[in-house]
DNA sequence: CTGTATGTTCTGTTTGAACTGAAAGCACAG
DNA sequence: CTGTGCTTTCAGTTCAAACAGAACATACAG
């Protein structure tokens, strides 16, 4: 078992903070962060002695990891053991978590939005303000959806060529 | 004080949820929810009851609602009282957050990337590996600044028209 | 100046998510 | 079939964030 440098540490500490922000689960975060690092698949028990977390905790957050679709698993031979990588795509990984938190999130909230707006009795007071606050929330919903689904269209690539563009427009004006 | 309508009470709530599950604190989720329902500036006290919360939790969650400048007090004649309401413009406030969150977590993150690929020793084993995952995720980290500053660029309402247009365009094409 | 209404800070408590270790489940070698 | 190595599930336990209520601070009316 390799042990971690300094930078890796870092690194590793850095990204369970990061993700505790953004509602994911600490080792979730940690683990990703170490195989992401990591030039070779790493097994269950290496994962969870390198970052002193239970194997059971382990095995919990990669089944996360995997449903997610950044992480699998993948053989070794002569090994019984599953060994695990990461994606190493950075903005392919980015996109997945981003589609599935819209699916998981956003989408209900859309489905609440319309729920409301449908259910909302134009008879109970202050109707009226009720609907236009739930129609202007809902609107931005929309948008949102329509958005990502612009992006998830745009190949792997375009978006960062896309920036190098804005950029280069935006240097030329000024 | 108004009793809350059952829309009313559903919004409130899968919003405090959704605060939950990105890292904002359900009541401070709860209490913008009732805010931008409401037809009038509440006052704290007010606000405590009618989601049955202490006054106390009530201050703290205002006052994080103002540093996000998505809330502000209001006075109201022959009464002493801070009344608080919500901003209008969703954009606007979705914006504003996005805004905040990126100082407070995208930043940082890319100092740290920066850091690390800094002080990364070129003799620690791996280290050529370790530097190429590290810079391509700075180089996602630097391309979503980007991305932020141009968004900043645009004025409220253009990227509503913008989905329009791209609506349009890709119907055209099938 | 005193008392009352309002807002804030502090401290101890509660709560739910995260985590551990043990038990159970599985797959394969022999 | 049986034992071994690995993984998953389950039942408590731990811990940090959120919260309540009290104490404190402030502002103002009278």
Redesign the interface.
């Known amino acids: 078992m ?1 042990t971690l ?4 540490k ?2 590793i500490l ?1 990204w369970g903070e ?1 993700g ?4 994911i689960n600490r080792t979730v975060a940690q683990i990703h962060a170490l195989l ?2 990591s ?1 070779r698949a790493l097994p269950a028990e290496e994962i969870a002695k390198t970052l002193s977390v239970a194997r059971s905790n382990v095995s919990t957050s990669i089944r996360e990891l995997e449903t997610w679709g950044i992480v699998r698993a993948v053989h070794v031979l002569g090994d019984r053991r599953e060994h695990y990588e990461s994606m ?1 795509d ?2 392919e990984m ?1 996109r997945l978590v981003i589609e599935q938190r819209k699916r ?2 956003i989408d209900p ?1 859309r489905e ?2 319309r ?2 707006l449908a ?3 134009p008879k ?3 109707a009226d ?2 609907r236009e ?2 129609a ?2 809902a ?2 919903f929309e ?1 949102v959806t ?2 990502h689904d ?1 992006m998830k269209r745009l190949p792997t690539g375009t ?2 060529k896309l ?1 190098r563009m ?2 280069k427009v ?1 240097k030329a004006k000024t």
Chains 1, 2 share one sequence.
Do not use: N, S
């Open positions: 390799a440098t300094g930078v890796q870092q690194y850095h990061m505790t922000r953004w509602g992401y690092l030039p190493k950075v903005w980015f998981r999130e909230t609440l939005l729920r409301c259910e909302l009795d109970e007071p202050g303000f009720t606050r739930l202007a929330m609107g931005f948008a329509e958005l612009q978006v960062r920036l804005g950029t935006r």
